[in-house]
């Protein structure tokens, strides 16, 4: 059996992948617990918050995403929002305990004339002493360079599944197109956010195929967001599996995919994501227990539901755990 990794490794093959995924269940969140405590303070969990600074209207098809124009969703598009509102929102949510602040646009790409803006909302966050992430589309290497320079400390940037099933959820962009804007991230000094969604119908082979793809990156992603998905009405996907088995990934399988992305990727924040509110306490419980060390706080995620910071903190409360200092996390990033 593969041995656990203390160090970083870039070269897991699908097998060793495979093989992590088929052990026991109680010796895999084992396995991937001890790998956590060696590269993290298992009892802190970093709290971040998402805003939807430009709602809807995505000419991308994305199976998954009420935003698409091609969702019957009822999702309306809207302009760019006001840097002072989205200013605003930071404030809130740091009030609230985030130490990141991550704001989402619907677009394909970025245009040019919207790049002032955006590089506005990423200078006046930092300032407030929050991490900044962003979730753009796809960034040509002078928008990389822009968003670098201001400062952005994270570029999100999901690969959504498995080289192989990719082109059954999304088909107005490559996965290759995914890691061309990933290098550009990674070429302009900012750390990379990626990760994808599970339960959209996958094989346990294609799980293992999306941990494989992540954890053989020139760099493993700083950040892993781990999304189960929201089947939304109107929605490709949601449509698809609305009322059948395959609508929401099994939780012990969900299990397993936090605990074989910590252990691949030792010293990457692991995020629970999109899906987290449907999630019952003992499963979340589960997946801290396997490594996962980042949620996305507050009411809502983009356009979908989340757990809200009240549930957050009780659960919280009730499991031990506590809110990730920035302090605390600015030190893990610099050893």
């Given at each position: 059996?593969?041995?656990?990794?203390?160090?970083?490794?870039?070269?897991?093959?699908?097998?060793?992948?495979?093989?992590?995924?088929?052990?026991?269940?109680?010796?895999?969140?084992?396995?991937?617990?001890?790998?956590?405590?060696?590269?993290?303070?298992?009892?802190?969990?970093?709290?971040?918050?998402?805003?939807?600074?430009?709602?809807?209207?995505?000419?991308?098809?994305?199976?998954?995403?009420?935003?698409?124009?091609?969702?019957?969703?009822?999702?309306?598009?809207?302009?760019?929002?006001?840097?002072?509102?989205?200013?605003?929102?930071?404030?809130?949510?740091?009030?609230?305990?985030?130490?990141?602040?991550?704001?989402?646009?619907?677009?394909?790409?970025?245009?040019?004339r919207d790049m002032p803006a955006v590089l506005e909302m990423v200078r006046g966050v930092r300032?407030?002493?929050?991490?900044?992430?962003?979730?753009?589309?796809?960034?040509?290497?002078?928008?990389?360079?822009?968003?670098?320079?201001?400062?952005?400390?994270?570029?999100?940037?999901?690969?959504?599944?498995?080289?192989?099933?990719?082109?059954?959820?999304?088909?107005?962009?490559?996965?290759?197109?995914?890691?061309?804007?990933?290098?550009?991230?990674?070429?302009?000094?900012?750390?990379?956010?990626?990760?994808?969604?599970?339960?959209?119908?996958?094989?346990?082979?294609?799980?293992?195929?999306?941990?494989?793809?992540?954890?053989?990156?020139?760099?493993?992603?700083?950040?892993?967001?781990?999304?189960?998905l929201v089947p939304v009405k109107g929605t490709v996907l949601g449509d698809m599996l609305a009322?059948?088995?395959?609508?929401?990934?099994?939780?012990?399988?969900?299990?397993?995919?936090?605990?074989?992305?910590?252990?691949?990727?030792?010293?990457?924040?692991?995020?629970?994501?999109?899906?987290?509110?449907?999630?019952?306490?003992?499963?979340?419980?589960?997946?801290?227990?396997?490594?996962?060390?980042?949620?996305?706080?507050?009411?809502?995620?983009?356009?979908?539901?989340?757990?809200?910071?009240?549930?957050?903190?009780?659960?919280?409360?009730?499991?031990?755990?506590?809110?990730?200092?920035?302090?605390?996390r600015a030190m893990e990033a610099a050893e």
């Amino acid at each position: 059996m593969t041995e656990l990794p203390m160090t970083i490794r870039t070269d897991w093959t699908r097998d060793e992948i495979a093989a992590l995924f088929d052990l026991p269940f109680t010796e895999l969140v084992f396995r991937a617990a001890e790998v956590h405590r060696a590269h993290h303070d298992a009892g802190a969990v970093q709290l971040s918050t998402l805003l939807s600074i430009k709602t809807g209207g995505c000419p991308e098809d994305c199976g998954y995403c009420s935003q698409s124009v091609v969702a019957d969703s009822g999702v309306k598009a809207t302009k760019l929002m006001d840097v002072r509102a989205v200013l605003q929102s930071a404030a809130q949510a740091k009030d609230a305990g985030s130490t990141r602040f991550c704001m989402g646009a619907a677009w394909r790409n970025p245009k040019d004339r919207d790049m002032p803006a955006v590089l506005e909302m990423v200078r006046g966050v930092r300032a407030m002493g929050l991490e900044t992430c962003m979730t753009l589309g796809m960034l040509t290497p002078a928008q990389a360079a822009m968003l670098g320079e201001a400062g952005l400390d994270y570029y999100n940037h999901n690969i959504d599944t498995s080289p192989e099933r990719y082109s059954g959820v999304i088909t107005t962009r490559s996965f290759d197109e995914r890691l061309d804007t990933l290098a550009h991230v990674r070429e302009a000094g900012i750390n990379v956010c990626c990760g994808g969604i599970v339960g959209m119908g996958e094989t346990r082979q294609d799980r293992v195929g999306f941990v494989h793809a992540l954890a053989t990156l020139p760099e493993h992603p700083g950040s892993v967001p781990i999304n189960a998905l929201v089947p939304v009405k109107g929605t490709v996907l949601g449509d698809m599996l609305a009322d059948t088995p395959l609508a929401k990934i099994d939780d012990i399988e969900f299990v397993r995919t936090v605990a074989v992305a910590r252990i691949t990727m030792p010293a990457s924040m692991v995020r629970l994501s999109a899906g987290r509110e449907s999630m019952s306490e003992a499963t979340q419980a589960l997946c801290f227990m396997a490594g996962a060390n980042s949620i996305f706080t507050g009411d809502k995620l983009l356009t979908a539901a989340n757990a809200g910071d009240d549930r957050d903190a009780a659960l919280f409360d009730k499991l031990g755990l506590r809110p990730m200092a920035a302090e605390c996390r600015a030190m893990e990033a610099a050893e």
